[in-house]
């Protein structure tokens, strides 16, 4: 099970394109809902979430974590989520986040020594992290991470190469007609 955390105040795009990319893969996604049941984005676009954080069940495939102000600041301010990043990544579960939301990992302690993006303006709360900045993600070990909603696609076209394989990831994004810039994934 794949699991995308949802705050108010998410980023939309970040959130909902990840999960379409991965479920036409047939990846079980399940929308968290943090923040309640209907949770509005960013951009005032409501979504209702499959379920709650308090239903997640330990041993997750990926755990996802989308941008977006103030649904970042409200994703870290939930200390069962914390509790649960802290654990995959001791586990070595993957964990993926996407433009602010690589922040959340950073003061979590868990991109020490990794690779990481995130959104310009944020690079100074990923502590300990190997700022790269001419990639659109940037995949170390087990976390995952990238810069912004337009580069969401190329977020989703990882993920899903990683769960899924690299054949059934381009069958996928080539059904959508999106054109990968793949010298700028990492």
């Known amino acids: 099970m794949v699991y995308i955390f949802l705050a108010t105040g998410f980023e939309e795009m970040e959130a909902l394109i ?6 036409r893969c047939s ?7 943090v923040t ?7 951009h005032g676009i409501t979504v209702k979430s ?9 041993g997750a495939e990926m755990l996802i974590l989308p941008g977006g102000m103030p649904g970042v ?3 870290y301010a939930c200390e069962k989520l ?3 990043l802290t654990e995959q990544n001791s586990r070595g579960g993957y964990i ?5 939301a690589p922040s959340i990992l950073g003061q979590l302690g868990i991109l020490k020594g990794k690779r990481a993006v995130c959104y310009p303006g944020f690079e100074d709360k990923l502590t300990g992290a190997r700022i790269e900045t001419d990639v659109t993600v940037s995949a170390d070990g087990n976390i995952i991470t990238s810069k912004a909603a337009g580069t969401t696609f190329d977020f989703a076209y990882r ?3 990683l769960l899924r394989g690299k054949k059934e990831a381009d069958r996928v994004i080539g059904s959508v007609f999106y054109k990968l810039d793949e010298q700028r994934l990492d």
């Open 73 to 75: 600041t409200n994703l």
């Open 96 to 100: 993926a986040a996407i433009c602010a």
């Open 82 to 84: 914390r509790e649960m």
């Open 50 to 58: 499959d379920i709650s954080i308090d239903d997640v069940k330990p």
């Open 18 to 23: 990840t999960a379409d990319i991965l479920r």
């Open 36 to 42: 309640g049941e209907h949770i509005e984005g960013a």
């Open 159 to 161: 993920l899903a190469r």
């Open 27 to 33: 990846v079980e996604v399940s929308l968290v809902g």
